[in-house]
């Protein structure tokens, strides 16, 4: 079977008869309904890239500048995307982070050693963007 003509799961959980079919496009991007739930959704739903407008090449070869740079600055000079823009799109590859290993590893053709340096990396940007907070949303200064 080919790959344009594989599914996507229903993404309700609970569903109890899923049946997915295409059901058009919207802007460009194949659309899909769930017979069983009445579900509408994008192929791109449960991804790193959902509800991205930016397409998957630019957003690969961002995080892949961060990884090698090991800065958003410079990412951010040589992509042209915003600082913040990138932070986001690194949040949302924590989020997903084993199938995204799978991606960085077979189609970027990674090491594991370079893996591990982009996962290192994220989790030193992620302490440092929740550094001045509590879990209680206080401010570092009310402890």
């Given at each position: 079977?080919?790959?344009?003509?594989?599914?996507?799961?229903?993404?309700?959980?609970?569903?109890?008869?899923?049946?997915?079919?295409?059901?058009?496009?919207?802007?460009?991007?194949?659309?899909?309904?769930?017979?069983?739930?009445?579900?509408?959704?994008?192929?791109?739903?449960?991804?790193?890239?959902?509800?991205?407008?930016?397409?998957?090449?630019?957003?690969?070869?961002?995080?892949?500048?961060?990884?090698?740079?090991?800065?958003?600055?410079?990412?951010?000079?040589?992509?042209?995307?915003?600082?913040?823009?990138?932070?986001?799109?690194?949040?949302?590859?924590?989020?997903?982070?084993?199938?995204?290993?799978?991606?960085?590893?077979?189609?970027?053709?990674l090491?594991?050693?370079?893996?591990?340096?982009?996962?290192?990396?994220?989790?030193?940007?992620?302490?440092?963007?929740?550094?001045?907070?509590?879990?209680?949303?206080?401010?570092?200064g009310?402890?």
């Amino acid at each position: 079977m080919n790959a344009t003509n594989t599914k996507p799961p229903c993404p309700t959980p609970d569903c109890a008869a899923p049946h997915v079919v295409r059901n058009g496009t919207l802007k460009g991007r194949q659309r899909y309904h769930c017979k069983g739930c009445g579900a509408w959704f994008g192929q791109t739903h449960g991804t790193p890239m959902y509800r991205l407008r930016t397409p998957p090449q630019e957003v690969s070869r961002a995080l892949l500048v961060v990884m090698r740079r090991g800065s958003l600055r410079a990412a951010e000079e040589i992509t042209g995307h915003k600082y913040e823009t990138i932070g986001r799109w690194l949040r949302l590859a924590a989020k997903h982070a084993e199938a995204l290993t799978e991606v960085l590893v077979h189609d970027l053709e990674l090491s594991a050693l370079e893996v591990d340096e982009f996962w290192s990396f994220v989790r030193r940007r992620n302490a440092t963007s929740n550094r001045g907070t509590r879990q209680d949303g206080a401010s570092a200064g009310a402890w």
